[in-house]
């Protein structure tokens, strides 16, 4: 079976895992009597390992985090007064285990080639009721302690370095739960009185660990050479970097619910970076990312450095391109650049935990059951899916980090909102988890995104999108339409305490004439605007399905997304100018440059 979850992520988390061995509580004032009694409640160190026998053919890594996990859960919390010391309701034990190699290359030359190994555990310790526990409110975080565990399969140090953790995890999560206590006495009543955990049915899937890593790091580091090298050819690019990451990692999972998972996953990545400057400051770059289950599967030398010199060329064509002027009329999103607007845009406002708290907007909370798209959309998140149309999709997973499998969920159909993201935090309208809690290692998982796809029952070819958008523009009075070729990233506002808007910043973009001069390339783009005036100004989409593959940032860190989407053509969309910046291009020449170069770069500085 082929997995392909969270790899990719971990491959630089070795700062993430320098936590410091000091533990204090800080409950303070008032709760300063709690300690000594906390003290007392704290489990004693594990004995020798042969008093739990493991299980015959299970991992080690397994039988010594249940065994550790029973251990816990019979002895905290069970001396002194259960008030000050109350017995943890659930715990779990998630366990990353990652074997990596990164190599980085600029300028035709290797900067860095590594290869090492991460092992760490999230403890998650809650204290009360899945009604109300330590992680109600703002106090989410209190859950969690994360900790390095060793990297070779010793029974005894694995179990001393759980009960280490553990008990800072019950120390944490015993603070968090007293101030929870202390502030429902005094606050107001929440909008959303929703349970703090959701109850599910434990699962049990014990998956082989994943294989040993085997790169060829020599034959990857004169590739990187030879790609990087590519971009002495444009005097104008005076940055570059080409990455290669590789990971095969094995994640564990067990609870005091009696969930036992143990998942393998496997990714190899490529991706390609390049910059440039304009005379008047205005910084501009491209990227591009390849992205297979393993090395040997990505995509051969010519290709990739068939795209390199494309990156390069483009490149140079916006240095001198004019600058984009505001911009509100009608637009066509290529498949990738439609792709990462539904991820942004959309995506991020249909998570669960967005529908829920004093501080989140709720932009589509009271629309279920109501049209927030049009009628010829339909949007479903598949983490299931491990390619489409033979690409691999970054956002594959069989096992959320809550340890609930990885399901199909339907977010909208024809354009009606069916449900939302849901991890084991409930909300109002939604009980349950349907398997999308997730989180980077040393985070609380929340509802987030896997494989987002976008269908539609209205798509014309890609022609006919193209002289629907003319004929558009010509009917706002418009000179111009505009084509977004792609995308780089954007960010959503979430929050009531601002605007519920987003930008996304594109990297390619065109202006499509009304009356039949060559499309023009500008710079300088920035989209903007709100999500529902966006999303309902969709008129039709094209009939090819394009793939974004990348990394998400949220509150539960970093982790591997995909979106699929057809282009679309919008009838409003609004752009506005990005930073200027004033630095000048290099003022010294790269070196080798021929004179009739130079004497062209400085006339053009």
Known sequence: MTQHRKSIRRI???????????????VAGALDAQRTALAASNAAPPGPAAATKPVAGEPLLINALDAELQRAMS???????????????????SVDDATSVSIAAEYGAITSSNQGRVRSVDVQVRLGSPAEDNTHGDHRTSALTTLPLPLTDDRDAIARSLWYATNRGYARALDGYLKVKTEQQVRAKEE??????????????????????????????????????????????????????????????????????????????????????????????????????????????????????????????LRVAPVTEPFSGPAILSGRASAVFFHEVLGHRLEGQRQRGDEEGETFTKMLGKPILPEFLSVAD????????????????????????????DLIKNGVLETFLMSRQPIASVAQSNGHGRSESGHMPTGRQGNLIVTSSKSVPENELRNMLIAE?????????????????????????????????????????????????????????????????????????????GICGAESGSIPVSAVAPAMLVSQIETQRQAQGSARPPILPPPGAPAAELRSQKGAN
């Open 192 to 317: 959303d009185t929703s349970a703090d955990f959701s109850v599910e049915q434990p699962r049990t899937d014990l998956l082989p660990p994943a294989p040993a890593l085997v790169v060829d790091r020599a034959a990857w580091e004169q590739r990187l050479r030879e790609i990087s090298k590519l971009f002495a050819q444009f005097p104008d690019v005076f940055a570059d970097q080409v990455e290669f990451q590789a990971s095969n990692e094995t994640d564990y999972f067990v609870s005091s619910e009696g969930a036992r998972v143990a998942t393998p996953s496997h990714v190899a990545r490529l991706v390609i970076m390049a910059r440039t400057r304009a005379a008047d400051g205005m910084d501009l770059f491209r990227v591009e990312t390849f992205e297979a289950e393993s090395a040997a599967r990505l995509p051969g030398q010519k290709t990739i450095a068939d795209k390199a010199i494309e990156m390069a060329k483009n490149l140079e064509a």
């Open 473 to 549: 523009a010509k009917k706002q009075g418009k000179t111009y339409g505009l084509y977004f070729e792609d995308i780089s990233s954007g960010f959503a506002v979430t929050t009531r305490r601002s605007p519920q808007a987003f930008q996304v910043i594109p990297l390619v973009v065109y202006r499509v004439y009304v009356d039949g001069r060559p499309d023009e390339l500008v710079r300088g783009v920035s989209i903007v605007g709100t999500p529902q005036a966006a999303l309902n100004s969709i008129m039709a989409t094209g009939d090819k399905q394009e793939i974004f593959n």
């Open 382 to 409: 598949d983490p299931t899916l491990t390619t489409f149309q033979g690409t691999s999709l970054s956002g594959h997973y069989d096992f959320d980090d809550e340890g609930q499998a990885a399901r199909r969920v």
């Open 12 to 26: 630089n988390r070795v700062a993430i895992l320098a936590i410091a061995f000091v533990a204090a509580l800080s």
């Open 75 to 93: 002895s905290l919390g069970t001396d002194g007064a259960a008030a000050q010391q109350p017995k943890p309701y659930f715990l779990s034990y």
